[in-house]
């Protein structure tokens, strides 16, 4: 998939940069070096396919970025493609409302993130880790009700953007559910919960590293905006970011973890060239 034209004017900028490398340094290197009158033609025509290629090289690579770092008022920030449970640091995962954990691919799907997570990562039972989760959230405060009318799962409901920090995971309160289980939000929840979520981050990573995936990139669907992309939801992720109160002590950095099936529809190099322009 194509996602940078060929003659994008950050590519050619980039083309032009290299080139005026390579031309000082041939200009040093014929400043010692006589080139014979009967090859300065061949010589000519191997530099013009030299430069070519070079272009479409950083054509090419513009096209497949897995990886940017740039900085967010301080911050470092690091998107890229990988396997989210591989990363060091904290590692945040989407939850419900009402942190459920009943994975029955009517609650929670097995493939979601959380599902994954519950099945795959979790190192006690999840009796145990039900508990965990709420004698963590009863000690801050965090229930906002409890809806005895729901047929299936948990019945506590919290406000979205809490988070419960258990070992190297952040799990995080992200979708509402409505009465048939089904994730939703509407575009001003997805707003708040990003708001609410970094400043949660920000009173306790502890100066450690983060890794989030995009929120929303999965089964949540964003009300009224169904259409909307993983680019558009990254985006909007690193703009509350930027306009929140989180910020990252080095070495301490965010991490935003693309799923490698998700890459292709997301424009890298336009994200780092709009960042660095902010």
């Known amino acids: 998939m194509t996602k940078v034209s060929f003659f994008d004017k950050r590519v050619i900028g980039s083309f032009l940069k ?91 799907a097995a493939h979601s993130l959380n599902g994954i997570f519950i099945n795959q990562y979790l190192d006690v039972s999840v009796a145990e880790f039900d508990e965990y989760i709420n004698t963590y959230n009863l000690q801050n405060n965090q229930i906002l009700g409890t809806i005895q009318t729901r047929s299936r799962g948990k019945k506590d409901r919290f406000q979205i953007g809490t988070i419960c920090v258990y070992e190297d995971y952040l799990i995080t309160a992200f979708s509402k559910f409505d009465n048939k289980n089904k994730a939703r939000l509407t575009m001003p929840e997805y707003l708040e919960f990003l708001i609410t979520f970094w400043d949660n981050v920000n009173n306790v990573y502890a100066q450690k590293s983060v890794s989030t995936p995009i929120f929303g990139s999965g089964i949540t669907c964003i009300e009224g905006h169904k259409a909307i992309s993983d680019e558009e939801l990254l985006k909007i992720m690193l703009w509350t970011f930027r306009i929140s109160e989180m910020r990252f002590k080095y070495p301490a950095k965010l991490s935003i973890v693309i799923h490698k099936d998700k890459i292709d529809k997301i424009n890298l190099l336009d994200i780092k060239y709009a960042n660095n322009m902010m």
């Open 18 to 108: 290299a080139t005026s490398v390579i031309s000082t340094i041939l200009s040093l290197v014929v400043l010692f070096v006589d080139i014979p009158a009967n090859n300065k033609t061949i010589y000519g025509w191997i530099f013009l396919v030299l430069l070519v290629v070079i272009y479409f090289i950083i054509w090419f690579k513009s096209n497949n970025l897995n990886k940017i770092d740039i900085n967010i008022e301080g911050s470092d920030v690091i998107i890229k493609v990988g396997d989210l449970f591989q990363q060091e640091g904290l590692k945040a995962i989407a939850f419900n409302e009402y942190f459920d954990t009943q994975v029955d691919d009517q609650v929670i």
